[in-house]
């Protein structure tokens, strides 16, 4: 997921060449103060007339608290890009709130409620501690996010490159994000010249759960779809794990070996989601 | 009449001569010899330890004893940071001379302070591998009534050779030097690495002088520029401005696209049938094409590949490949950057070569007849593939031939690299303004918003879409920058002719008109 | 519709523009000021899109003042209608 500036034509022009799975356009914390009319505007002129190819489209809009929130979901729901990200979320109630904006909005422009997500964005303390009720609030929440420097800033410590002060709501945010079967996406790793470092942090991310991670400049994005892609060895492993689940199948055998490991229904169906990454499919 | 890519060309040019077609890009060398004599080249003598040494450069541009019409040639190695070929074109106005043709390997921003000269008839003619800034324009418009010529580094050593080119007097820049005239760019304060464009013109060229802000004690080696050419040496306290010259090392782009295109350049070469142990290779130092050599870097360590040799215009980057041993030998004609020169110097590895074994299309094999794949830029390309490196998309001449017409015909694969629009002008045309490099030369076209395979290789087509590449057609790309920039309109030029573009064998490939203005 | 205030909008980056609006008198009508990168190409369709975004606001007795650095015809569409917007609203910030 790229980060791209609202306010920032260049850039924004230019999104859908990298290959990220999605783009979030920002109207909020990459825009300054007296520019967020002109970063709404740009944004809903480029959103339907540039091609962003196989990149979902997310907007970022200000917090309802805020003199722009109201104005942004005036201006982007009627384009209906894939979600709309809301930051800074704390409880289920907010976030209810605010899709009973976006309905009524779709409702005035006659669009169905079912094709935009919301993805709420879990960036203090509270929405920590409340994350397990953001995520299952609602049907069209698709997805939640951490905020991994706004979150040590509400906390009052520092960012350190290890993660150590936001590892709790990481795996916390994982936890309830996977209790409701929705993705969820790791923070930004802001030193873009540290290939190894954004490595190690896409693994560690990759090890505990995040479905994705979110990328602040383009070429972040081959490392992660690297790290995040099965490797070939995997993809022969869950190949040949899954034609023998299929022979053994007809065969009524629902446990089996392989180089004398136990194969049972969690190891093929995690060896069916590597296969699906991968776009390999296996006739029954 | 016409050339084989339907370009009007005029038979014959006053002050230039006849012209001939271009007619295919091997149609000529198909044969095997070159129809065109040689001219002779120039026998001096000199008397046993005669000296060389002139007082300043005054002294020994007027003992040259130069003359109304006379032509006189330059290198460009000190890029822009040359100020010697201001200052002798200076002296030469300030003697009175007239009808000059300015011969040099390329012209740049820091030769702008010439530009009076074409206009008060100092200088007539000009033959160059590019021309830049307010040269380029002021010729655009029409200050000269000849047309200039623009060759490629190939083809300047062909046009010396049979006296298209005949320079009377040549004046060569060198780091270092010794009072014979033994020259070279690998040392000294100002060094700038490879020679390699000067050696044509001190072996034909009636007078030879070495011009040095080092003087080392005789002998100066290496021996890139030999004494047995040179008539005479000045020492001067500086040869140009050596920030300009060379600096430090060339860093890869940071522009998120032209890495895009690099990574994706990288790719077609991998799976291009050509990526394996021994291939040459060779890119240019510019945006997204040196960026391709990052991610060849990683794919040669990643698949134990080593290659053969790296060719032409050589970065530090290079030299880093040489280290590593992913490349045997790196052929130098023109170095980049400062860090090269160390290496050229103390690497027996890494050789200096002059531009007619770098390209010349007559001789027996050019290096560039053996490179199996080369990166190169372009400003516009059309959908038969055919390149424009010269002419801007405002119609300027502000580009250089340099060696990418004769590497792309050399070159198993010629990979263009470019962003599919630059500040809204669309990359791909139907017609470029200006051909340079036919598009029969040219395999693949490589842009961040898509792959496309010049329809005469099939093969390579079938190769990179059996690899899983989304290979498109460049007519469909074209459709579809042009609806993301609006169709631009077209520049409207004069009948007048301001430039002739030389293939490297010497045929007539595009002219350039004057602009409307 | 007339501006009530000067406005401005975009910026000198490549690939953006910047516009600037100031209120004239009444009945002067549309005064337009262009410079841009690539005026030879583009010069003639980008007074056309200036000119249809004024008719769209119906906006007269207005002093425009556009430099472009090759910016394409949606941000473009984008910027005037900003500079607009500042002209007639005041911002809120």
């Given at each position: 997921?790229?980060?791209?500036?609202?306010?920032?034509?260049?850039?924004?022009?230019?999104?859908?060449?990298?290959?990220?799975?999605?783009?979030?356009?920002?109207?909020?914390?990459a825009?300054?103060?007296?520019?967020?009319?002109?970063?709404?505007?740009?944004?809903?002129?480029?959103?339907?007339?540039?091609?962003?190819?196989?990149?979902?489209?997310?907007?970022?809009?200000?917090?309802?608290?805020?003199?722009f929130?109201?104005?942004?979901?005036?201006?982007?729901?009627?384009?209906?890009?894939?979600?709309?990200?809301y930051?800074k979320?704390?409880?289920?109630?907010?976030?209810?709130?605010?899709?009973?904006?976006?309905?009524?909005?779709?409702?005035?422009?006659?669009?169905?409620?079912?094709?935009?997500?919301?993805?709420?964005?879990?960036?203090?303390?509270?929405?920590?501690?409340?994350?397990?009720?953001?995520?299952?609030?609602?049907?069209?929440?698709?997805?939640?996010?951490?905020?991994?420097?706004?979150?040590?800033?509400?906390?009052?410590?520092?960012?350190?490159?290890?993660?150590?002060?936001?590892?709790?709501?990481?795996?916390?945010?994982?936890?309830?994000?996977?209790?409701?079967?929705?993705?969820?996406?790791?923070?930004?790793?802001?030193?873009?010249?540290?290939?190894?470092?954004?490595?190690?942090?896409?693994?560690?991310?990759?090890?505990?759960?995040?479905?994705?991670?979110?990328?602040?400049?383009?070429?972040?994005?081959?490392?992660?779809?690297?790290?995040?892609?099965?490797?070939e060895?995997?993809?022969?492993?869950?190949?040949?794990?899954?034609?023998?689940?299929?022979?053994?199948?007809?065969?009524?055998?629902?446990?089996?070996?392989?180089?004398?490991?136990?194969?049972?229904?969690?190891?093929?169906?995690?060896?069916?989601?590597?296969?699906?990454?991968?776009?390999?499919?296996?006739?029954? | 009449?016409?050339?084989?890519?339907?370009?009007?060309?005029?038979?014959?040019?006053?002050?230039?001569?006849k012209?001939?077609?271009?007619?295919?890009?091997?149609?000529?060398?198909?044969?095997?010899?070159?129809?065109?004599?040689?001219?002779?080249?120039?026998?001096?003598?000199?008397?046993?330890?005669?000296?060389?040494?002139c007082?300043?450069?005054?002294?020994?541009i007027?003992?040259?004893?130069?003359?109304?019409?006379?032509?006189?040639?330059?290198?460009?190695?000190?890029?822009?940071?040359?100020?010697?070929?201001?200052?002798?074109?200076?002296?030469?106005?300030?003697?009175?001379?007239?009808?000059?043709?300015?011969?040099?390997?390329?012209?740049?921003?820091?030769?702008?302070?010439?530009?009076?000269l074409?206009?008060?008839?100092?200088?007539?003619?000009?033959?160059?591998?590019?021309?830049?800034?307010?040269?380029?324009?002021?010729?655009?418009r029409g200050?000269?009534?000849?047309?200039?010529?623009?060759?490629?580094?190939?083809?300047?050593?062909?046009?010396?050779?049979?006296?298209?080119?005949?320079?009377?007097?040549?004046?060569?820049a060198?780091?270092?030097?010794?009072?014979?005239?033994?020259?070279?760019?690998?040392?000294?304060?100002?060094?700038?690495?490879?020679?390699?464009?000067?050696?044509?013109?001190?072996?034909?060229?009636?007078?030879?002088?070495?011009?040095t802000?080092?003087?080392?004690?005789y002998?100066?080696?290496?021996?890139?520029?030999?004494?047995?050419?040179?008539?005479?040496?000045?020492?001067?306290?500086?040869?140009?401005?050596?920030?300009?010259?060379?600096?430090?090392?060339?860093?890869?782009?940071?522009?998120?696209?032209?890495?895009?295109?690099?990574?994706?350049?990288?790719?077609?070469?991998?799976?291009?049938?050509?990526?394996?142990?021994?291939?040459?290779?060779?890119?240019?130092?510019?945006?997204?094409?040196?960026?391709?050599?990052?991610?060849v870097?990683?794919?040669?360590?990643?698949?134990?590949i080593?290659?053969?040799?790296?060719?032409?215009?050589?970065?530090?980057?290079?030299?880093?490949?040489?280290?590593?041993?992913?490349?045997?030998?790196?052929?130098?004609?023109?170095?980049?950057?400062?860090a090269?020169?160390?290496?050229?110097?103390?690497?027996?590895?890494?050789?200096?070569?002059?531009?007619?074994?770098?390209?010349?299309?007559?001789?027996?094999?050019?290096?560039?007849?053996?490179?199996?794949?080369?990166?190169?830029?372009?400003?516009?390309?059309?959908?038969?593939?055919?390149?424009?490196?010269?002419?801007?998309?405002?119609?300027?001449?502000?580009?250089?031939?340099?060696?990418?017409?004769?590497?792309?015909?050399?070159?198993?694969?010629?990979?263009?690299?470019?962003?599919?629009?630059?500040?809204?002008?669309?990359?791909?045309?139907?017609?470029?303004?200006?051909?340079?490099?036919?598009?029969?030369?040219?395999?693949?076209?490589?842009?961040?918003?898509?792959?496309?395979?010049?329809?005469?290789?099939?093969?390579l087509?079938?190769?990179?879409?059996?690899?899983?590449?989304?290979?498109?057609?460049?007519?469909?790309?074209?459709?579809?920058?042009d609806?993301?920039?609006?169709?631009?309109?077209?520049?409207?030029?004069?009948?007048?002719?301001?430039?002739l573009?030389?293939?490297?064998?010497?045929?007539?490939?595009?002219?350039?008109?004057?602009?409307?203005? | 519709?007339?501006?009530?205030?000067?406005?401005?909008?975009?910026?000198?980056?490549?690939?953006?523009?910047?516009?600037?609006?100031?209120?004239?008198?009444?009945?002067?009508?549309?005064?337009?000021?262009?410079?841009?990168?690539?005026?030879?190409?583009?010069?003639?369709?980008?007074?056309?899109?200036?000119?249809?975004?004024?008719?769209?606001?119906?906006?007269?007795?207005?002093?425009?003042?556009?430099?472009?650095?090759?910016?394409?015809?949606?941000?473009?569409?984008?910027?005037?209608?900003?500079?607009?917007?500042?002209?007639?609203?005041?911002?809120?910030?």
């Amino acid at each position: 997921m790229l980060y791209i500036p609202g306010n920032n034509p260049a850039m924004l022009q230019q999104g859908g060449v990298y290959g990220a799975d999605s783009l979030l356009l920002d109207l909020e914390d990459a825009v300054a103060i007296n520019q967020k009319d002109a970063a709404r505007i740009l944004v809903k002129h480029l959103i339907t007339n540039i091609n962003y190819y196989d990149s979902e489209v997310c907007v970022r809009i200000n917090h309802l608290s805020t003199p722009f929130g109201k104005a942004d979901l005036e201006a982007i729901v009627p384009l209906q890009p894939h979600a709309i990200r809301y930051p800074k979320t704390e409880t289920a109630k907010e976030l209810l709130e605010l899709i009973d904006m976006i309905e009524e909005i779709e409702n005035r422009h006659n669009l169905a409620h079912n094709k935009m997500e919301i993805h709420a964005m879990i960036e203090t303390a509270m929405g920590v501690q409340n994350v397990f009720e953001i995520a299952g609030c609602h049907i069209r929440v698709g997805a939640i996010t951490i905020g991994g420097q706004d979150l040590t800033a509400d906390m009052n410590i520092i960012y350190t490159p290890d993660g150590a002060g936001i590892d709790f709501a990481r795996k916390r945010i994982v936890m309830a994000a996977k209790a409701h079967h929705i993705d969820v996406i790791d923070t930004v790793f802001v030193d873009i010249n540290d290939e190894e470092g954004l490595r190690r942090e896409t693994e560690y991310s990759k090890k505990i759960g995040f479905t994705g991670k979110a990328v602040i400049n383009p070429r972040q994005i081959d490392i992660i779809h690297e790290v995040y892609n099965p490797t070939e060895d995997e993809i022969r492993r869950a190949y040949r794990i899954v034609k023998e689940f299929y022979k053994n199948k007809e065969a009524g055998i629902g446990v089996f070996a392989i180089d004398g490991k136990m194969i049972d229904a969690p190891i093929v169906t995690r060896a069916q989601y590597v296969l699906e990454l991968a776009g390999v499919s296996v006739g029954e | 009449m016409k050339n084989s890519l339907g370009k009007e060309i005029p038979e014959y040019i006053e002050g230039i001569g006849k012209l001939e077609p271009f007619q295919g890009a091997w149609t000529k060398l198909s044969k095997g010899w070159m129809d065109e004599a040689t001219i002779p080249a120039p026998n001096k003598a000199k008397m046993a330890h005669q000296s060389k040494i002139c007082e300043s450069l005054r002294v020994a541009i007027e003992k040259s004893n130069p003359k109304d019409g006379m032509t006189i040639t330059f290198h460009h190695h000190l890029r822009n940071g040359d100020i010697i070929l201001a200052q002798s074109m200076m002296i030469l106005h300030e003697m009175g001379i007239k009808d000059i043709t300015l011969a040099a390997s390329s012209l740049n921003d820091c030769h702008d302070s010439i530009l009076p000269l074409l206009k008060d008839k100092t200088i007539t003619g000009i033959w160059a591998s590019g021309i830049r800034g307010e040269l380029g324009k002021a010729i655009s418009r029409g200050v000269l009534e000849k047309p200039v010529i623009i060759h490629s580094h190939g083809g300047r050593v062909r046009a010396i050779h049979t006296g298209r080119i005949r320079p009377d007097l040549t004046i060569i820049a060198a780091s270092a030097a010794d009072i014979e005239g033994n020259a070279t760019g690998s040392h000294g304060k100002s060094a700038f690495g490879s020679i390699g464009y000067a050696v044509i013109d001190a072996r034909y060229s009636k007078q030879v002088i070495v011009v040095t802000d080092n003087l080392v004690p005789y002998p100066c080696i290496p021996l890139s520029i030999t004494q047995n050419f040179v008539d005479y040496v000045v020492v001067v306290d500086s040869i140009g401005d050596a920030s300009k010259i060379a600096t430090g090392t060339t860093r890869i782009t940071n522009s998120p696209i032209d890495l895009k295109i690099a990574k994706i350049a990288a790719d077609v070469i991998e799976h291009s049938g050509l990526f394996k142990n021994g291939f040459s290779f060779q890119v240019g130092a510019g945006g997204a094409s040196l960026a391709v050599a990052k991610f060849v870097r990683e794919k040669m360590k990643k698949h134990e590949i080593k290659g053969s040799f790296m060719l032409g215009g050589i970065t530090s980057y290079c030299v880093d490949m040489l280290n590593e041993g992913l490349f045997e030998t790196l052929f130098d004609v023109q170095s980049f950057d400062a860090a090269v020169s160390n290496s050229l110097l103390n690497d027996r590895r890494h050789i200096e070569i002059p531009a007619a074994l770098y390209a010349n299309p007559y001789n027996c094999g050019c290096m560039t007849n053996k490179l199996d794949i080369v990166v190169l830029g372009a400003l516009e390309i059309d959908t038969d593939f055919n390149v424009n490196v010269i002419t801007g998309s405002d119609g300027n001449i502000r580009g250089a031939s340099g060696g990418h017409s004769d590497t792309a015909s050399g070159a198993e694969l010629t990979v263009v690299v470019c962003p599919s629009f630059r500040s809204r002008i669309p990359i791909i045309k139907d017609k470029v303004h200006t051909i340079v490099t036919p598009g029969e030369t040219v395999h693949v076209l490589v842009t961040e918003r898509g792959v496309c395979v010049n329809p005469k290789f099939k093969h390579l087509e079938e190769n990179l879409k059996n690899c899983g590449f989304k290979v498109m057609d460049i007519l469909d790309l074209k459709k579809e920058l042009d609806g993301i920039t609006g169709v631009a309109k077209e520049i409207e030029f004069e009948d007048k002719i301001v430039g002739l573009v030389e293939y490297r064998d010497g045929t007539i490939i595009d002219v350039i008109k004057q602009l409307k203005v | 519709m007339k501006p009530k205030y000067a406005a401005q909008a975009g910026t000198f980056e490549s690939s953006d523009l910047i516009i600037l609006i100031e209120p004239l008198e009444d009945n002067s009508g549309r005064k337009i000021e262009l410079e841009s990168a690539v005026m030879l190409q583009y010069g003639d369709s980008l007074k056309k899109i200036v000119n249809e975004m004024l008719d769209l606001y119906e906006m007269t007795d207005i002093h425009l003042i556009i430099k472009d650095k090759g910016a394409l015809e949606p941000v473009v569409r984008a910027r005037l209608e900003t500079a607009i917007e500042r002209s007639v609203n005041p911002q809120i910030f």
